[in-house]
């Protein structure tokens, strides 16, 4: 019994140890990258969301960047396009202390 719960209170350790590291870089590192032009961002992931093909002939680079916010804030279950953008737009208001 003892050797099972020291393998569950390791394993334990190092789950919150893994996702408290993931969310401190993403809070740290990942997001404030987005305070830069953040209305655009929004407008790519929408992009993304709604159109199939969202870069076409354009460069493809700011919409893997842009796309790379969905992960880190990824849309609920079932949650409305609109509403999700309207949760995204609050999240990088309150991360880059603006108002979007």
């Not at 992009?47 to 804030?73: G, N």
């Amino acid at each position: 019994m003892k050797h099972i719960l020291a393998v569950f209170t390791i394993a334990a350790g190092a789950m919150i140890l893994t996702f408290g590291g993931a969310q401190w870089y993403a809070d740290t590192a990942a997001m404030p990258r987005y305070c830069e032009e953040p209305a655009a961002t929004i407008a790519r992931v929408s992009e993304i969301l709604r159109d199939e093909t969202p870069a076409k002939l354009s460069s493809k680079r700011p919409y893997v960047v842009a796309a790379k916010l969905i992960f880190l804030i990824p849309q609920a279950d079932r949650e409305p396009t609109e509403e999700y953008l309207a949760r995204l737009r609050a999240e990088i208001g309150k991360t880059c202390r603006v108002k979007l």
